[in-house]
């Protein structure tokens, strides 16, 4: 049974930081390209950041490009979302999501397997 458990969320202050976490278990994780999207409220899911197999290959939505950093550590079957300077706009429910391909992709549609996702929220 595949399971992607997210963790550290919370609420902090604008221009402070949070670390996401996400385990996952019951898949090859070194074998799965890995996602974050976020949820906020009357929105779609959207992109945040994804990480290719090794690490090698990042991508971001602009809206958090230098501010967010993905990174992967696959002895620990585990993913991070490492964000900083927080604004009240990532207020959102994150989820993690894998996806078993080579390439890192941005559609939710890309991604099979979902954690049931971790509240963010950012005050201002």
């Known amino acids: 049974q595949v399971q992607l458990v997210e963790s550290g969320g919370g609420l902090a202050q604008a221009g402070g930081s949070l670390r996401l976490s996400c385990t996952v278990s019951?898949?090859?994780?070194?074998?799965?390209?890995m996602g974050w999207f976020r949820q906020a409220p009357g929105k779609e899911r959207e992109f945040v950041a994804a990480?290719?197999?090794?690490?090698?290959?990042?991508g971001y939505a602009d809206s958090v490009k230098g501010r967010f950093t993905i990174s992967r550590h696959n002895a620990k079957n585990t993913v991070y979302l490492q964000m900083g300077s927080l604004k009240p706009e990532d207020t959102a429910v994150y989820y993690c999501?894998?996806?078993?391909?080579?390439?890192?992709?941005?559609?939710?549609?890309?991604?099979?397997?979902w954690g049931q996702g971790t509240q963010v929220t950012v005050s201002s």
């Open positions: 990480i290719n197999w090794s690490g090698g290959n990042t």
């Open positions: 999501a894998a996806d078993r391909d080579l390439v890192v992709a941005t559609t939710p549609t890309s991604y099979f397997y």
């Open positions: 019951g898949l090859t994780f070194s074998s799965y390209v």
